[in-house]
């Protein structure tokens, strides 16, 4: 008997990742079309950044300020100067902008690892005068993973409510919905309204609740008409 052909089988291909997907699309159209990378840190962007990148190209506006600012990696080069000293420049992108920075000496040195195409930062900066100069310089003071933030620099979360919204009701929904994200942060719970024609606030903070602030829990929060939020840092 013959040979039987054996059929070529298809193999198990993983579907993309939204990161994966969002950059085939930059590199075809050149522009993110079902989102944005950052998308997935949209809280620490909110909460945790001061500066959008755009703000940089008028350095004047920001002398003497801590600049922080939030993005993804997108070019990096590793570089010698003329006198043969290592030294790194690397873009950063946010929502609207991009911003070449450039790392030498002691700062190269520091954070030379965190030089990484598709990675996301977090980068405290500052604005002064160059060396002996009237020239401003942005300088990096420090680099941290944009994702690490919030469990560092997140202290609490303050929930306010109208005294005339408080009912058995509410109480019962949102007492199920921070039992089921337990955590470290605090929380604190205003109740404001009116008594004898004053605007009054009772601020009461749980000292045996805290809670994870996810990103699930914030929408559970946001869905509660009655419910406004703020985050402590």
Known sequence: GGETAMKPRAGHIEPYGKIEELNIEKEMVGLYISGHPLDEYSFEMQFFTN???????????????????G????????????????????????YNDSHQFFLFSDNYTTFKSFLETGWFLYMSCT????????????????????????????????????????????????????????????????????????????EMISRKTSVDITDELLREIKNKDELRYRILT
């Open 51 to 69: 500066t959008p990148i755009s703000d940089l190209k008028d350095m004047d506006r920001l002398w003497g300020r801590e600049i922080k600012i």
């Open 71 to 94: 993005g993804i990696v997108t070019n990096v080069q590793h570089r010698m100067t003329k006198t043969g000293k290592p030294f790194g420049q690397m873009t950063i992108e946010d």
């Open 127 to 202: 604005v002064g005068n160059r060396w002996h100069s009237e020239e401003l310089e942005l300088k990096i003071n420090n680099i941290e993973h944009l994702g690490d933030i919030r469990q560092k620099l997140t202290k609490g979360i303050e929930l306010n409510v109208q005294v005339q919204d408080v009912n058995d009701v509410l109480v019962d929904e949102l007492e199920s919905i921070i039992s089921k994200y337990p955590g470290s942060a605090a929380l604190r719970l205003n109740v404001a309204g009116q008594f004898e024609n004053r605007d009054i606030t009772l």
